[in-house]
């Protein structure tokens, strides 16, 4: 009933800036919380960034100062700014978000992910 679709990664040198998106498609559904994920080979799913439906934002450490997440209520969209861009921002970076849908009560939808690849 619901997807998320990212996109925005490429490859960038360090020290670029990147502006992922993700939006979330279907009917009858209002979004609370939106998150950014990103996982490196070899290593576990990383939580970068969250924000609520009040706009509320939290990064992880490595990240702030450098992305900014923001939403779009009225496209249903959540979008990560990246700026200053390290080789260890290197990951494929995926949507979350926890979805009120219908009668189905909440929800956790993920995106396929989008890759980001940052060289030195």
């Known amino acids: 009933q619901v997807q998320l679709v990212e996109s925005g990664g490429a490859l960038v040198q360090a020290g670029g800036s990147l502006r992922l998106s993700c939006a979330a498609s279907?009917?009858?559904?209002?979004?609370?919380?939106m998150r950014w994920y990103r996982q490196a080979p070899g290593k576990q799913r990383e939580l970068v960034a969250t924000?609520?439906?009040?706009?509320?934002?939290n990064y992880v450490d490595s990240v702030k100062g450098r992305f900014t997440i923001s939403r779009d209520n009225g496209k249903n969209t959540v979008n990560l700014q990246m700026n200053n861009l390290k080789p260890e921002d290197t990951a494929v970076y995926y949507c979350?978000?926890?979805?009120?849908?219908?009668?189905?009560?909440?929800?956790?939808?993920w995106g396929q992910g989008t890759q980001v690849t940052v060289s030195s």
């Open positions: 979350n978000a926890d979805i009120v849908v219908g009668y189905l009560g909440v929800r956790r939808y």
């Open positions: 924000i609520t439906s009040s706009d509320i934002t």
């Open positions: 279907g009917s009858a559904f209002s979004i609370n919380i």
